[in-house]
């Protein structure tokens, strides 16, 4: 790729990182919990951790219906490890408008992964009868067609297990998600919904070259491997316990992004928030500290465009589009931060088979030169099946 579209894209990114960053800081809820009871199909119980958006902040305080009915993400602890070291991070999903529970089953030396992503699905389950359960505060309350699962470590690949087992869960973002048995990297690509593999580059007790790398090559698009760069194991939770790593960030610096990245996600597929596809898949997912893989699905051939267009003339530019997802779908083209007249034809492509492609014609009559700054836009494309998952390439005008 050319040096100046290299810079292009930093300078979109750098610009545009500001306006995201404030999902790393809390919503407009309080966030309240309160411990619960869990039974198993098989009449034994577990107890979880359920936040939830509230009136006050902290154990039983009121629930905030105002923002209803919410979705639900199920989240999995890491090995030996207490919810209530996650409490932060689960706290500030519930203050940006969501239900999170948090199984404490499987807490021992010698624990279960397959029973530990059981038992997260069956959170869900509890949700759903909470919402049925007329006398219950969650009544009418969940939003059960926008389940999402996450978790720490153990947690994030029994969250890999219970996605790929549950068609009631619609998105996947875990933290340093840890190889399990079975394997978390074998039911990968049995996850059919969009998925973040968030990781620390510094992370020396899961990898990421030997866990979300390998998870996210067996993964089908679309998926997003973020890596913190300095971001470490026990980074992910709000205290150091026995063997824990270290990184070259602080805590309260990874927690920030972790935060970001999670709430973004989120709310785009269980929100259906279109406005935030570039927090997500575009120039916003990377910060200063984030360096992403993303494989959308959605192929934009050139992947950055510069062409010549002098003032007053239509300039026409062909750019291919190649469906990389694993099931046919069309696409949609828009012409972002616009600043001359410009269209594409067609605006949406026929439906295109997996590896198949499409030539859309965009169109452009400048009527001044601007400073080079500003003679860039952004082209986006845009997955009409789900309505939210985008490539995108930008276009500089010379």
Same mark, same amino acid.
């Given at each position: 790729?050319?040096?100046?579209?290299?810079?292009?894209?930093?300078?979109?990114?750098?610009?545009?990182?500001?306006?995201?960053?404030?999902?790393?800081?809390?919503?407009? #809820?309080?966030?309240?919990?309160?411990?619960?009871?869990?039974?198993?199909?098989?009449?034994?119980?577990?107890?979880?951790?359920?936040?939830?958006?509230?009136?006050?902040?902290?154990?039983?305080?009121?629930?905030?219906?105002?923002?209803?009915?919410?979705?639900?993400?199920? #989240?999995?602890?890491?090995?030996?490890?207490?919810?209530?070291?996650?409490?932060?991070?689960?706290?500030?999903?519930?203050?940006?408008?969501?239900? =999170?529970?948090?199984?404490?089953?499987?807490?021992?030396?010698?624990?279960?992964?397959?029973? #530990?992503? !059981?038992?997260?699905?069956?959170?869900?389950? #509890?949700?759903?009868?909470? !919402?049925?359960? &007329?006398?219950?505060?969650?009544?009418?309350?969940?939003?059960?067609?926008?389940?999402?699962?996450?978790?720490?470590?153990?947690?994030?690949?029994?969250?890999?297990?219970?996605?790929?087992?549950?068609?009631?869960?619609?998105?996947?973002? !875990?933290?340093?998600?840890?190889?399990?048995?079975?394997?978390?990297?074998?039911?990968?690509?049995?996850?059919? =919904?969009?998925?973040?593999?968030?990781?620390? &580059?510094?992370?020396?007790?899961?990898?990421?070259?030997?866990?979300?790398?390998?998870?996210?090559?067996?993964?089908?698009?679309?998926?997003?491997?973020?890596?913190?760069?300095?971001?470490?194991?026990?980074?992910?939770?709000?205290?150091?316990?026995?063997?824990?790593?270290?990184?070259?960030?602080?805590?309260?610096?990874?927690?920030?992004?972790?935060?970001?990245?999670?709430?973004?996600?989120?709310?785009?597929?269980?929100?259906?928030?279109?406005?935030?596809?570039?927090?997500?898949?575009?120039?916003?997912?990377? &910060?200063?500290?984030?360096?992403?893989?993303?494989?959308?699905?959605?192929?934009?051939?050139?992947?950055?465009?510069?062409?010549?267009?002098?003032?007053?003339?239509?300039?026409?530019?062909?750019?291919?589009?190649?469906?990389?997802?694993?099931?046919?779908?069309?696409?949609?083209?828009?012409?972002?931060?616009?600043?001359?007249?410009?269209?594409?034809?067609? &605006?949406?492509?026929?439906?295109?088979?997996?590896?198949?492609?499409?030539?859309?014609?965009?169109?452009?009559?400048?009527?001044?030169?601007?400073?080079?700054?500003?003679?860039?836009?952004?082209?986006?494309?845009?997955?009409?099946?789900?309505?939210?998952?985008?490539?995108?390439?930008?276009?500089?005008?010379?």
């Amino acid at each position: 790729m050319k040096l100046r579209a290299l810079i292009v894209i930093a300078i979109f990114a750098a610009g545009a990182f500001a306006q995201s960053n404030p999902l790393g800081s809390s919503g407009r #809820f309080k966030a309240g919990w309160r411990s619960v009871t869990v039974t198993r199909p098989n009449n034994t119980t577990f107890t979880a951790r359920l936040y939830y958006p509230a009136t006050t902040s902290g154990q039983n305080t009121t629930f905030d219906p105002a923002g209803g009915p919410y979705p639900g993400i199920t #989240f999995g602890h890491g090995f030996l490890q207490a919810v209530s070291n996650y409490q932060s991070t689960l706290e500030h999903l519930a203050t940006h408008g969501y239900f =999170v529970i948090a199984s404490d089953s499987e807490g021992g030396l010698f624990p279960s992964h397959q029973n #530990f992503a !059981n038992d997260l699905r069956q959170s869900l389950t #509890f949700l759903e009868q909470e !919402n049925l359960n &007329s006398s219950s505060v969650l009544f009418n309350q969940v939003l059960t067609s926008k389940f999402g699962a996450s978790g720490h470590s153990m947690g994030g690949g029994a969250s890999i297990l219970a996605t790929a087992q549950d068609s009631r869960i619609k998105a996947l973002a !875990n933290l340093a998600a840890a190889e399990t048995n079975p394997s978390a990297v074998n039911a990968m690509p049995s996850v059919a =919904v969009p998925a973040s593999l968030i990781s620390g &580059s510094s992370d020396t007790i899961v990898p990421v070259a030997s866990n979300g790398q390998l998870m996210f090559n067996a993964g089908p698009a679309p998926k997003l491997l973020p890596v913190i760069q300095g971001g470490w194991h026990c980074g992910f939770i709000d205290s150091n316990g026995f063997g824990c790593d270290s990184g070259t960030i602080t805590r309260t610096e990874q927690l920030t992004e972790t935060r970001r990245l999670l709430t973004s996600f989120f709310n785009l597929y269980l929100k259906s928030d279109e406005t935030h596809w570039k927090q997500v898949w575009g120039g916003e997912l990377n &910060s200063p500290l984030v360096i992403a893989q993303t494989r959308s699905g959605i192929e934009l051939s050139p992947a950055a465009i510069t062409v010549v267009a002098p003032v007053g003339v239509n300039t026409t530019i062909p750019v291919t589009v190649t469906n990389r997802g694993t099931s046919p779908a069309s696409f949609t083209v828009f012409i972002e931060q616009r600043r001359w007249l410009g269209a594409a034809s067609p &605006s949406q492509t026929a439906s295109l088979a997996p590896n198949q492609s499409a030539v859309v014609s965009l169109t452009f009559r400048r009527l001044w030169k601007n400073p080079r700054l500003l003679d860039t836009v952004v082209i986006s494309v845009r997955n009409n099946t789900d309505n939210l998952t985008r490539g995108y390439a930008p276009l500089t005008l010379e």
